[in-house]
Antibody
């Protein structure tokens, strides 16, 4: 079955960067786009962007364009998101999600990575 | 950006009841709409895509409808395991956007 296993929680200082991972299994990694979504505590969801594992092509939400960098390692079926110049506003749970076959919805989700920004 | 207005923000219903959650888009999204269920401490799970298609493994008491700018999620015969937050999401245009969510509780 499709699984997306994300890296563990991170505690980082303001101004630092964090890189989180999302390891896919149960399907052909290069067949589906991987999206990243932010959920601030107790709030709704924000789409950060996506990466096409086959081509490496990316599409970012303008809001996160200078903040997030998406990459993949096809050899290990793993997607990565690096978040830079962190502030308290970046404290949140970050999810990776795999697209569905019929459009830009999120058919399968990782368990989330909690990022806490604190000095 | 396309704004998604979801209502109500919270909802209290009894077991066996039918509940409906609405989502209104700020422009026509041509059925590019999904619904997700999120239980406390868990990641969201897809229920409905393309406005009215049931995702694999989702109980048939969940259904989606709508067109243009107005969409709804209906839960027939509410079960205790349906207590959760529900979100709509448009994927017609970038950036993809979500509704603010509906918290469903048992009465």
């Amino acid at each position: 079955q499709v699984k997306l296993l994300q890296s563990g929680a991170a505690l980082v200082k303001p101004g630092d960067s964090v890189k989180m991972s999302c390891k896919a299994s149960g399907y052909t990694f290069t067949d589906y786009i991987i999206h990243w979504v932010k959920q601030s505590h107790g709030k709704s969801l924000e789409w950060i962007g996506y990466i096409n594992p086959y081509s490496g092509g990316t599409n970012y939400n303008e809001k996160f364009k200078s903040k997030a960098t998406l990459t993949v390692d096809k050899s290990s079926s793993t997607a990565y998101m690096e978040f830079s110049r962190l502030t308290s506003e970046d404290s949140a749970i970050y999810y990776c999600a795999r697209s569905g076959p019929y459009g830009g919805y999120f058919a399968y989700w990782g368990q989330g990575t909690l990022v806490t920004v604190s000095s | 950006d396309i704004q998604m207005t979801q209502s109500p923000a919270s909802l209290s219903a009894s077991l066996g009841e039918t509940v409906t959650i609405e989502c209104r888009a700020s422009e026509d999204i041509y059925n590019g709409l999904a619904w997700y269920q999120q239980k406390p401490g868990k990641s969201p799970q897809l229920l409905i895509y393309n406005a009215n298609s049931l995702h694999t493994g989702v109980p048939s008491r969940f259904s989606g409808s709508g067109s243009g700018t107005q969409y709804s999620l209906k839960i027939n015969s509410l079960q205790s395991e349906d207590v959760a937050s529900y979100f709509c999401q448009q994927y017609y245009d970038y950036p993809y956007t979500f509704g603010a969510g509906t918290k469903l509780e048992l009465k």
